[in-house]
């Protein structure tokens, strides 16, 4: 009787928690970015794509996926993508050892 009874709690529990993660996920905002402001970043990505990754990535925008890069050829696995220059690092270190 008693596990009964500890099965219907967690199974009403189980019923609860799934009701509301569910009506959450409805209410959920989405990120929505205005045209304007997206070929912006995108052109900024592309202008800095030949000195942060040597012109092996290009940034892509689609409808579907947002901005997104792909590379212009393969890249082998001992190959580095982003070489990041200092003048676009912000930390709060006094000095960065590179």
């Known amino acids: 009787m008693k596990s009964i009874s500890i099965f219907c709690g967690l199974f009403l529990i189980t019923i609860i928690i799934s009701i509301l993660s569910s009506s959450l996920c409805l209410y959920q905002k989405k990120y929505v970015e205005d045209p304007e402001n997206m070929k912006r970043r995108l052109n900024y990505l592309q202008s800095k794509s030949e000195e942060i990754t ?3 990535l290009e940034f892509v925008h689609t409808e579907e996926a947002g901005i997104y890069c ?3 050829r393969d890249i082998e696995a001992y190959e580095e993508v982003f070489k990041l220059p200092k003048k ?4 709060i270190c006094k000095k960065i050892i590179l």
């Not at 676009?88 to 930390?91: A, F, G, L, Q, R």
């Open 54 to 56: 040597g012109g092996l």
């Open 70 to 72: 792909k590379t212009k």
């Open 88 to 91: 676009y690092m912000i930390t």
